[in-house]
């Protein structure tokens, strides 16, 4: 650094603080005499870890070894091994967490106690500092960043949940051991699974199994598809026809929109999917046309009224709810759909309290009978084919502001 100009000197010792800084958090260096894992340039001294602390090493340790680490320190009367009020808080509330096996733990840090006795005082200091080194890296103090803290998210996908319990405070079931310092010590005996836990893993099972997984290559050529399907639809992507009136002069947009028959950008669009058509009103018309061929037109009413059902005020939809009861589902109403007995059940005791939301299951069922029955057969009906094969009808190109303004726009002449 002293061959370095000022301002690039400057610029280099700030980066190596932050980068010392960065090192020391991992626990890959520690102040001798505090727990802050920083690096700061005051004259504190610092050592570097043992390789076989490195957080490199993937140590998980349990709430069982912290609390045999805070209670070994309790027994040796030594001012550096003294406990901070954040660690004495931490064996408070670990020792009534695991007030049942405090014993087993208390034997364990008595043990380990005996062994550290017999080493070097030397090497024992060394060890003390390195252990708690490593333990202010895993159970850092209040306010610093913990760097080993896993994402919520990602623990919550983890196959195997023993290896994501890192806190403190939320104290588990721990039946085994895992000291860094003395894994040849006697652990507790493993709890044997019982018939509820077995229970519990078949039905994971089960669930796992009952998952339908898609390949990423699937998943990929599907949002591909998608994409290119609707592209000509998207402004963004592609030019759409007719333009804009908003930014250009072609006021085509606006005499189609007013026109009650639909262009065939719009029938083509309905052939998508049937969620596709009943976002369109004249898609929605022309669906009702065709059932009322068909003398099955309940179903689209049926729905058409659910969805209405879910804008109602609140105040009205009690008495909107029973309406379409006796009109779809009451014995003898003038337009009875088939339900299966399970959606009629639920339906039933939903009106019970009767809300937005009570038809649901319902409105559910009769969309995916006519997702797969009537939609195929409108698509090869002569009322879709007839939208999709007509012409567009010209629109003159010389339309003028004056007789046609935007909606929206008050002209004054």
């Known amino acids: 650094l002293d061959t370095c100009p000022g301002e690039c000197c400057s610029f280099i010792y700030s980066e190596a603080i932050h980068l010392g800084s960065l090192i020391a958090a991992q626990g890959y260096l520690f102040p001798i005499s505090d727990h802050v894992l920083t690096l700061k340039d005051d004259g504190t001294l ?5 390789p076989y602390f490195w957080p ?19 027994m040796q009367n030594k001012a550096r091994l003294e406990l901070a009020d954040y660690e004495a808080e ?22 380990q106690v005996k062994i550290d006795r017999k080493k070097d ?4 200091k060394i060890l003390d500092s390195q252990e708690r080194a490593f333990w202010d890296v895993h159970r850092p103090v209040p306010g610093c960043v913990n760097t080993t803290e896993m994402d919520i998210r990602k623990c919550r996908r983890e196959k195997n949940p023993q290896r994501v319990k890192k806190s403190v405070y939320g104290v588990t079931d721990d039946t085994q051991t895992q000291s860094p310092v003395h894994q040849s010590l006697p652990s507790q005996p493993v709890r044997k699974p019982t018939r509820e836990d077995v229970q519990k893993e078949i039905s994971f099972l089960n669930i796992q199994l009952d998952r339908h997984c898609m390949k990423m290559s699937k998943v990929a050529d599907s ?27 072609d006021m085509t947009f606006w005499d189609l929109e007013a026109s009650r028959d639909p262009s065939q950008h719009r029938v083509k ?17 022309a669906f009702l046309k065709f059932l009322e061929s068909e003398f099955s037109s309940e179903n689209l009413r049926f729905w058409l009224a659910v969805q209405d059902l879910k804008r109602r005020p609140l105040e009205n939809v009690a008495t909107r ?13 003038p337009s009875s759909i088939n339900l299966d007995s399970h959606s009629y059940e639920r339906t039933s005791h939903n009106l019970q309290d009767p809300g937005r939301y009570s038809y649901e299951d319902a409105q559910e069922h009769i969309f995916k009978l006519m997702k797969s029955d009537s939609y195929a057969r409108f698509l090869r009906s002569n009322i879709y084919q007839d939208l999709l094969l007509a012409r567009k009808k010209p629109v003159s190109s010389t339309i003028t502001n004056q007789s046609h303004p935007p909606p929206g726009i008050l002209c004054i002449y």
Do not use: H
């Open 321 to 333: 709810a029973q309406e379409i009861w006796q009109e779809f589902l009451a014995e003898g109403a």
């Open 223 to 249: 949002l591909m598809g998608y994409t290119e399907q609707f592209m000509v639809y998207d402004p963004l992507a592609s030019t759409i026809e007719p333009s804009n009136p908003w930014i250009s002069d």
């Open 90 to 111: 931490n064996l408070a509330r670990l020792q009534r967490a695991f007030a049942r096996k405090w014993e087993f733990i208390f034997m364990q840090a008595e043990a």
């Open 269 to 285: 669009k309905w052939g998508f999917s049937l969620e596709e058509a009943l976002k369109d009103p004249a898609g929605q018309e």
């Open 46 to 50: 610092y050592r570097f870890q043992a």
């Open 56 to 74: 490199s090493n993937c140590w998980e340790p349990e709430n069982t070894d912290y609390a045999i680490y805070l209670c070994k320190r309790t």
């Open 121 to 124: 005082k030397v090497e024992r």
